[in-house]
C-alpha cells in the first residue's frame, strides 16, 4: 500500500492564482481531511470529509473547496490564493469505524504565495 | 470551548535523562487521546492512544502516556531520551463539537522536543 500520498511536495503561486493540491488514499477510508499547519498553532482543520459526495467544513474553510466523487480522492481547491495560504497543507485518512481512532497522513504539501 | 493544552512550545533534554511533554485538555465527556510525532519534514505519524480501559499506554520508540481523568491530563513521557527522538510532538482530543456532529479531532499547537547530546 502506498497509503496517503500528495501532490506536488512544494509549490509556489502569485496572489490570485489557483490551484488545486492532490490527495489519495489506497486504504479504502471513508475519513479524509485536509489540515494547514502553521508555525506555534498546530494543525487546523480546512475541510474534511466521512466518504464518497459527503464534505463539511472544518475551522478554517474560507478560500478553499473540496470535493469527493471517489473514496480514494480528496483534492483541495485554493480559488484565489492570498499571501495568508502560504503554509503547509497535510492530508489524513481514517477508517470510518470508530471514527477517528487513528489518522493517517501524507507527507505534506508547502505552499508559498507571494 | 474544547481545547487542548501542551504546555511549553520547546522542550529541552539531554540525552539518556527523562522526557516529559505535557497535554492537558478540557471536555465535558471521556475523550479519546492520541500523540502524534512529526520528524522534519514529514507528516504526522500515530504514536500511541488512549481510548478505554486501561489508563496507562504504551506507544512506538518507548514512549508511553497515562490518562489522568481527574487532571484532565495525557502526559507523554519516555525515561531515557535518544537522539532520534528529536521531532515534533502533538496531543491531540477526539471530540463531538456537538451532540449529533461528526467526530472531531481538536489538536495542540505542539512541543518541539530538543536533544542536548
Known amino acids: 500500500n502506498a497509503g496517503v500520498t500528495q501532490t506536488p511536495k512544494f509549490q509556489v503561486l502569485k496572489t490570485g492564482q489557483s490551484m488545486t493540491l492532490q490527495c489519495a488514499q489506497d486504504m479504502n477510508h471513508e475519513y479524509m481531511s485536509w489540515y494547514r499547519q502553521d508555525p506555534g498553532m498546530g494543525l487546523r482543520l480546512i475541510h474534511y470529509?466521512?466518504?464518497?459526495?459527503?464534505?463539511d467544513q472544518g475551522e478554517v474553510p474560507n478560500g478553499y473547496n473540496v470535493s469527493r466523487s471517489t473514496t480514494e480522492d480528496f483534492p483541495l481547491r485554493l480559488l484565489s490564493a492570498a499571501p495568508s495560504q502560504t503554509s503547509v497543507y497535510f492530508c489524513?485518512?481514517?477508517?470510518?469505524?470508530?471514527?477517528?481512532?487513528?489518522?493517517?497522513f501524507g507527507p505534506g504539501t508547502r505552499l508559498t504565495v507571494l | 470551548a474544547q481545547s487542548v493544552t501542551q504546555l511549553g512550545s520547546h522542550v529541552s533534554v539531554s540525552e539518556g535523562a527523562l522526557v516529559l511533554l505535557r497535554c492537558n485538555y478540557s471536555?465535558?465527556?471521556?475523550?479519546?487521546l492520541f500523540w502524534y510525532v512529526q520528524y522534519p519534514n514529514q507528516g504526522l505519524q500515530l504514536l500511541l492512544k488512549y481510548t478505554t480501559g486501561a489508563t496507562l499506554v504504551k506507544g512506538i520508540n518507548g514512549f508511553e502516556a497515562e490518562f489522568k481523568k481527574s487532571e484532565t491530563s495525557f502526559h507523554l513521557t519516555k525515561p531515557s531520551a535518544h537522539m532520534s527522538d528529536a521531532a515534533e510532538y502533538f496531543c491531540?482530543?477526539?471530540?463531538?463539537?456537538?451532540?449529533?456532529?461528526?467526530?472531531?479531532?481538536?489538536w495542540g499547537a505542539g512541543t518541539k522536543l530538543i536533544i542536548k547530546p
Open positions: 470529509s466521512v466518504g464518497a459526495g459527503i464534505t
Open positions: 489524513a485518512s481514517s477508517p470510518r469505524r470508530g471514527g477517528f481512532n487513528e489518522q493517517f
Open positions: 491531540a482530543v477526539r471530540l463531538r463539537l456537538e451532540a449529533d456532529s461528526n467526530y472531531q479531532l481538536i
Open positions: 471536555s465535558s465527556v471521556p475523550p479519546y
